[in-house]
């Protein structure tokens, strides 16, 4: 740790630049690319993280987890609103506005007791494929950023 923290220090000016034009970027294709606003991607995201959290189980392999298809076996829990307002820090009634114009999207949907969930059919092939392009770019950024640590070291 002391050696990532000195490597850290040493290089702070070009890892924030690096991980800060990761995000921007990250949420311009959010708006462009998902067409929705950074909040209504955010909830989105929460709502499908909390109901499949329970079975994300660290050390797990894909296979453990997965279909053949990539996608979780089990089902995901359905969420509660005061759930998403409270981990999401927004009001609550911009909260319920945006689940529901994401239910409107087919993104979300609800359960007969009124808790929300992400289905499987609310991704579709551009949020497929977004989520695609994004864990490349993710890889690429943290590539850059493990070599500028290590050049680091080596000074």
């Known amino acids: 740790m002391e050696d990532f923290d000195r490597c850290f220090e040493k ?3 070009m890892l924030a630049f690096t991980t800060n034009r990761y995000l921007v970027d990250h ?12 909040d209504s991607a955010m909830l989105w995201g929460l709502v499908a993280h909390l109901g499949v959290a329970h079975e ?17 076996l089990g089902e995901a829990r359905p969420v509660r609103l005061a759930d998403v307002v409270q ?9 319920r506005r945006k689940l529901e114009k994401l239910r409107e999207l087919g993104k979300l ?6 808790r929300w969930v992400a289905p499987r ?12 392009e994004s864990v490349k770019r993710l890889l690429q950024t943290a590539r850059v950023i493990e070599n500028i640590l290590q050049h680091a070291r080596l000074e």
Do not use: H, W
């Open 11 to 13: 290089t702070f000016s």
């Open 56 to 72: 994300m189980r660290p050390g797990a392999r894909p296979s453990d987890l997965l279909d053949p298809d990539g996608y979780l």
């Open 121 to 132: 059919s609310g991704v579709d092939e551009t949020a497929y494929e977004f989520t695609r």
């Open 87 to 95: 981990v999401s820090g927004l009001p609550k009634e911009t909260v």
């Open 109 to 114: 949907a609800r359960t007969e007791d009124g």
């Open 27 to 38: 949420m311009r294709r959010v708006i462009n690319l998902l067409d929705m606003d950074v």
